[in-house]
């Protein structure tokens, strides 16, 4: 069964430092990956996808994402985080050719000002 | 673009009876539409796939005659929880997809809590 891993659920952090968040993956096969946001009070938005192509995809609000094949992973990062980055993040998976969604945990990210 | 509703989004009701959630799609047509629950610290679970004028796909574990799913127009889905009992308490939330296309647009949720 598909199943992803996002670790360290809390994050905290402050203004202008740099946000990297871990996401594994644990099966073969070519897949479709996606970091989703969701802001306090709001629904899950898609921050980034990666289909194909150029492993490194940039996303909505300065996020970026590099998927590495050999590692079975996609993490998010940001460079400078700002108090309005204060959300749950969670990675997602799909099989190529299946649109069911596998989630991780989420991380839990709260930025101080 | 993009936007899918819920209604309601929260709704209490009393242990054995039956609450219907619905999702819509408001501004495209979404030939497939997904429901996932969502446990307080823990993340999305996928509880069924329904494609417009089909029977729903229920992941392993979900039981199909207490979460009725029904998905009769291309922009409308509604979940049925029958004969709720407390351990259905929970976060519903769902998502709709474009016929073709591997991105999910996401719904604001629905609380349902049962007493």
């Known amino acids: 069964a598909q199943s992803v891993s996002q670790h360290n659920h809390h994050v905290i952090l402050s203004e202008a430092a740099s946000l990297e968040l871990g996401c594994n993956y644990s099966?073969?096969?070519?897949?479709?990956l996606f970091w989703y946001v969701q802001y306090p009070g709001q629904h899950l938005q898609l921050l980034l996808k990666y289909f194909s192509g150029d492993p490194l995809v940039k996303g909505i609000k300065g996020f970026e994402a590099e998927f590495i094949k050999s590692k079975f992973s996609f993490n998010l990062r940001k460079p400078s985080v700002q108090w309005s980055d204060t959300a749950e993040y969670f990675c997602a998976v799909t099989l190529y050719g299946n649109n069911r969604l596998a989630f991780g945990k989420g991380n839990q990210v709260v930025v101080i000002p | 673009g993009a936007v899918v509703s819920q209604h309601p989004s929260w709704v209490i009701c009393k242990s054995g009876t039956s609450v219907k959630i619905e999702c819509r799609s408001l501004?495209?047509?979404?030939?497939?539409m997904f429901w996932y629950r969502q446990f307080p610290k823990q993340s999305l679970m996928l509880m069924a796939t329904?494609?417009?004028?089909?029977?729903?796909?229920?992941e392993q574990g979900v039981e199909k005659d207490k979460f009725l799913i029904n998905h009769a127009s291309l922009t409308l889905s509604t979940l049925t929880v029958t004969s709720a009992h407390p351990e259905d308490s929970s976060f519903y939330i769902c998502s709709a997809a474009r016929q073709g296309f591997y991105e999910q647009y996401f719904g604001p949720g629905t609380r349902l809590t049962v007493t």
């Open positions: 099966y073969g096969g070519t897949v479709n």
């Open positions: 501004d495209f047509q979404a030939t497939t």
């Open positions: 329904s494609n417009e004028g089909s029977k729903a796909t229920y």
